[in-house]
């Protein structure tokens, strides 16, 4: 029984010590894409939003970014989960995220609600 309660502390010590993120095989991200192939529309919207005042577009994002951390073969891997997003919304604006599953739509509006 002793010996149970031992093993039993030394697991979850293991466990609570984040140690066990060093030997877990966790996916990778994909490598990064180049930048120069963006479409012409998404470089538009980043030029308007930047340039539009404020009484004009209320609530602008620009350039917005998210990176989370990952440990794989014990190394820290950063994981770009948003990567560049800028849009504007006027008054009035029924506004939509649209994209493919991991492309970072529900961090996007924990982003912009301050989840995270």
């Known amino acids: 029984m002793l010996i149970a309660l031992v093993g039993w502390w030394i697991v979850i010590a ?3 010590s984040s140690l066990w993120k060093l030997c877990a095989k966790v996916p990778t991200s994909k490598p990064p894409q180049d930048l120069t192939d ?12 930047e340039q539009n005042s404020d009484e004009k577009v209320p609530i602008k994002i620009y350039g917005a970014k998210k990176n989370f ?22 008054y009035g604006e029924c506004f939509a995220l649209l994209g493919i599953s991991g492309a970072g739509k ?3 509006f924990k982003m912009i609600t301050g989840e995270i």
């Open 69 to 90: 951390s990952n440990w794989v073969k014990c190394k820290q891997e950063k994981i770009e989960a948003v990567k560049r997003i800028s849009f504007g919304l006027q």
């Open 14 to 16: 293991f466990i609570d």
């Open 38 to 49: 963006i479409d012409e529309d998404i470089i538009n919207e980043e030029k308007s939003v």
């Open 106 to 108: 529900t961090t996007m």
